[in-house]
């Protein structure tokens, strides 16, 4: 009996030892999940920061656009895809509107333009997707039968295309300027002959003696040249047989001089 009672107590102080190492364990088990529960945490706190991420914005380039066609158009047909930001359309020139006001249309027409999307990645899927295809869906579209002709702009901003405007500008004001000095300089040219035209229609009016000279010398015929040579012949001929009959003169008087005074 004595045995018996000492291993129970033995049993005891063993069961009275393991108990606090099985609440370390607990313990140490409690911490480590509330770790990978923060490490959790975090991990989704980077995936969530990745989500908000700021998108590139992407250009598309629309080389087509059909009669009629206007930004909200656009806007209607492509914001299904994606959202959709700024969106500039390039006018006709003056010229060809001018052109179509004497025709009788007022329409105001558009050449090409630039559409915006928030995402870039959106932008390549859509220009990919959407070029050659209809631009209306329905057949009783006013659109059905054009194309879409799109094309992504890699590494283009829409500052660029702000710039290219402006460098547009301005040299179509450089153009203005230079046709408006050339037209001033017709002007000025046209109202100095109109002047001179009037100074010679009073000259006219007083009675003043016309002035015969035109302002240019006839050249002489052949006939004229050769008579001219024929006569500064004749002169040269006719000088020198003065010039001998001179110096004959001359030479008698001496004669005549020396003979008589020998008299």
């Known amino acids: 009996m004595n045995d018996k009672t000492s291993t129970l107590e033995d049993k005891g102080e063993e069961q009275q030892q393991l108990t606090p190492m099985c609440e370390v364990m607990d313990s140490n088990e409690g911490e480590g999940v509330e770790e990978k529960e923060e490490e959790g945490e975090g991990e989704l706190d980077l995936s969530s920061q990745g989500v908000t991420k700021k998108a590139v914005p992407g250009i598309i380039y629309l080389g087509h656009i059909p009669p009629r066609f206007r930004p909200r158009h656009v806007r209607n047909l492509l ?128 009675g003043d003696p016309e002035d015969k000279s035109w302002g240019f010398v006839q050249r002489r015929t052949e006939e004229e040249i050769q008579t001219s040579k024929g006569n500064k012949r004749l002169r040269q001929q006719l000088a020198r047989a003065a010039e001998i009959q001179e110096k004959s003169q001359s030479n008698r008087s001496l004669l005549a001089k020396i003979f008589n005074a020998q008299q």
Not at 109 to 133: M, Q
Not at 140 to 154: A, E
Not at 182 to 187: G, I, L, N, V, W
């Open 79 to 206: 914001s299904g895809y994606g959202e959709v930001g700024r969106i500039f359309l390039q006018p006709e020139e003056r010229f060809i509107r001018k052109k179509k006001k004497k025709a009788g249309t007022n329409a105001k027409n558009f050449t090409e333009g630039w559409v915006e999307f928030r995402d870039k990645r959106l932008a390549k899927l859509v220009a990919a997707s959407l070029h050659n295809t209809p631009m209306g869906v329905r057949k009783r579209s006013r659109f059905h039968h054009d194309l879409w002709n799109m094309k992504y702009l890699h590494r283009f901003k829409w500052t660029h295309l702000s710039e290219r405007l402006a460098y547009e500008r301005q040299v179509q004001q450089q153009r203005m300027r230079a046709e408006v000095s050339q037209a001033k300089r017709e002007t000025n040219f046209y109202l100095q002959n109109v002047e001179k035209s009037k100074r010679f229609s009073k000259k006219d009016s007083r």
